[in-house]
């Protein structure tokens, strides 16, 4: 399984943007993790398998939306009233266990793919 983000980029305050992660094989829940130079790698938003169940971390509860059309093998990170805390490479992340909710965990996620950053000026 690989997978591929785009859609990063450079976004003034309050701005949007729009992740895409392209999936090649079979997988189940799907997620965006984020890392900041100097942090720590933290959970952004998890998926379910069907697309019903999702999980949001409280710093973009109510800002970000996840996605995913299984028919295209594309998962999707909607980020609208951007903050400059919101600045990171974004990764997306792909389980072959599914749970309902998704889960928080980076170990428990299976395949991983290359970042894109996200940079968001104030």
Do not use: H
């Not at 599914?98 to 970042?115: F, I």
Request: net charge positive; with cysteine; aromatic share 10%.
């Amino acid at each position: 399984v690989q997978l591929q983000a785009s859609g990063g980029g450079l976004v003034q305050a309050g701005g949007s943007l729009r992740l895409s992660c392209a999936v090649s094989g079979r997988t189940m829940n799907m997620a965006w993790f984020r890392q900041a130079p100097g942090k720590e790698r933290e959970f952004v938003a998890g998926i379910t398998w069907n697309g019903y169940g999702t999980t949001y971390s409280d710093s973009v509860k109510g800002r970000f939306t996840i996605s995913r059309d299984n028919a295209k093998n594309t998962q999707y990170l909607q980020m609208n009233s951007l903050k400059p805390e919101d600045t990171a490479v974004y990764c997306c992340a792909a389980s072959r266990v599914a749970t309902v909710p998704p889960r928080q965990e980076p170990s428990l996620y299976d395949y991983w793919g290359p970042g894109t950053q996200v940079t968001v000026s104030s």
